[in-house]
């Protein structure tokens, strides 16, 4: 069974940063593509950032291009998401997904597994 549990959220004012890892196990992690979601209370889930099976594609969404940066390291079997320049609409519930397709994806339904979430909030 797959499990992944996602970690580093909390509180940071506007202009600030915060790194999420998302640990799993129960896979074959090096064959995974990786993501990031996030969802906001009655919106639907949408896509952040994703990252191939070798790390040597990435995929960000233009609201978080050039700020926040997916890395994935194989032997911690975890993927990270480096958030800077947070600005408070970056406020929501934060998800990372794993994909047995390998190359990354920007679609949720291309997901098969899923983390809990982590909550980041960013003030004002």
């Known amino acids: 069974q797959v499990q992944l549990v996602e970690s580093g959220g909390g509180l940071v004012q506007a202009g600030g940063s915060l790194r999420l890892s998302c640990a799993v196990s129960?896979?074959?992690?090096?064959?995974?593509?990786m993501g990031w979601f996030r969802q906001a209370p009655g919106k639907e889930r949408e896509f952040v950032a994703a990252i191939s099976w070798s790390g040597g594609n990435t995929y960000y969404a233009d609201s978080v291009k050039g700020r926040f940066t997916i890395s994935r390291d194989s032997a911690k079997n975890t993927v990270y998401l480096q958030m800077n320049s947070l600005k408070p609409e970056d406020t929501t519930v934060y998800y990372c997904?794993?994909?047995?397709?390998?190359?990354?994806?920007?679609?949720?339904?291309?997901?098969?597994?899923w983390g809990q979430g982590t909550q980041v909030t960013v003030s004002s």
């Open positions: 129960g896979g074959t992690f090096k064959k995974y593509g």
């Open positions: 997904a794993a994909d047995r397709v390998p190359y990354g994806s920007t679609s949720v339904a291309e997901y098969e597994y």
